[in-house]
């Protein structure tokens, strides 16, 4: 356990985020950060998910190697982000210099009951993606510093991974398209590919 | 000079290049030594090594999503890591093309390898995969080209299973 409880709360923080996106596209992990994106305002450039736990970053690095002019954000959570830890590895391998990872690390398993996660113990993951090759990495604890976080996920030469410590917090459903086919259609048609 | 024998990833290959298929992602196997040194070599292709193949079902998925195509190449133990990731294709109809060299089948020497082998197709029809076994190497190719074009045209999710007879059993001398 950490020694004091996180402080950030995660609705406004990703929305405060996500305004200074300026265009890049946004591979939501499942569950928590796809409500948290889509309740700070629905994009196209936002390709939900509602399944397949730990592909947000490998789906990230596909799209990012496909699309090298614009910048690519994943944005998932501490326990994704640990069933995908290997995926670092390959982004490090990879070297897309437009693909940014955020993870928003409340140290515990949300959706299912808030059971302890490993990273409130001793893992460390943004040492885990210095050790694999990202170019640079960045945690922070206060809600004052989305926009030293943002600079990083949105401009700073990639890859680079960013940590925001979340608190635990009662949000309310902000439930996204639920049909994978039409999110994916969507995402598509607002790139301009058929 | 004589003329080295065809092999069917020589087939595979060229049928990757008229289909744009330019990303493949990968754990290896001693099946796909060839079309992998082919990719290797060839700047116009992306070889992508992965840690385990089940990121190479959300790099292939995020490649379409992104206007390219990928596939994912592996043996058939990888699959038994693919399972839950590839609900993931399946719910956008995304594309996933698999390439499969079996283990666990035709003369299989170590016991290690039968249970997942032989549970490869079954496993990948359970979640929505297309399966397409091949037997004979003659017919790898028009095989792959049959997955791919189900693939890429069809929006779904299509596994090439390249038969243990074709690759030919290992033994490490225990034959």
Same mark, same amino acid.
């Given at each position: ?194 | ?56 079902? !959300? ?6 999503? !992104? ?13 038994? $890591?693919?399972? $839950?990731?590839? !609900? ?21 020497? $170590? ?41 890429? $045209? ?18 490490? !001398?225990?034959?």
């Amino acid at each position: 356990m950490s020694a004091k409880p996180n402080k950030i709360e995660r609705r406004p923080f990703v929305a405060e985020l996500l305004r200074h996106r300026d265009g890049s596209l946004i591979v939501c992990g499942l569950g928590s950060p796809t409500w948290d994106c889509f309740a700070a305002g629905d994009s196209p450039d936002y390709l939900y998910s509602w399944g397949g736990m730990g592909l947000a970053v490998p789906t990230a690095l596909g799209l990012a190697l496909a699309q090298p002019d614009r910048r690519v954000v994943a944005v998932t959570g501490d326990g994704e982000m640990l069933m995908g830890l290997g995926s670092l590895a390959v982004v490090g391998d990879q070297a897309p210099a437009n693909l940014a990872v955020l993870v928003l690390d409340n140290e515990r398993f949300g959706e299912t009951g808030r059971q302890r996660g490993l990273t409130s113990g001793r893992t460390d993951i943004a040492a885990v993606a210095r050790g694999v090759g990202f170019r640079q990495t960045m945690t922070v604890t206060e809600q004052g510093q989305a926009g030293e976080l943002a600079a990083l996920l949105f401009k700073a030469p990639g890859p680079v991974l960013g940590i925001a410590k979340i608190a635990i917090t009662d949000d309310p459903w902000a439930l996204p398209e639920k049909d994978g086919a039409v999110i994916a259609h969507r995402f598509k048609s607002a790139l301009g590919i058929k | 000079m004589p003329k080295p024998a065809a092999h069917w990833s020589d087939d595979v290959f060229r049928a990757m290049q008229a289909r744009d298929i330019r990303t493949v992602c990968t754990i290896p196997d001693g099946g796909l030594v060839l079309l992998l040194q082919q990719i290797e070599a060839d700047p116009a292709f992306r070889l992508i090594t992965l840690t385990s193949e089940q990121e190479g079902i !959300g790099v292939a998925t995020g490649c379409w999503l !992104g206007g390219q195509r990928a596939m994912i190449a592996m043996q058939s133990s990888g699959v038994g $890591n693919c399972i $839950n990731a590839l !609900g993931l294709p399946v719910a956008y109809r995304a594309p996933c093309l698999m390439l499969v060299t079996m283990r666990g089948q035709w003369g299989e020497f $170590n016991p290690w390898q039968v249970p997942m082998g032989q549970a490869v197709k079954p496993a990948l029809e359970a979640v929505g995969v297309k399966c397409f076994p091949v037997d004979k190497a003659s017919e790898v190719g028009e095989t792959f080209e049959a997955a791919a074009d189900l693939a890429f $045209n069809g929006w779904m999710s299509a596994a090439v299973l390249v038969s243990q007879r074709v690759i030919g059993a290992k033994g490490f !001398g225990q034959k």
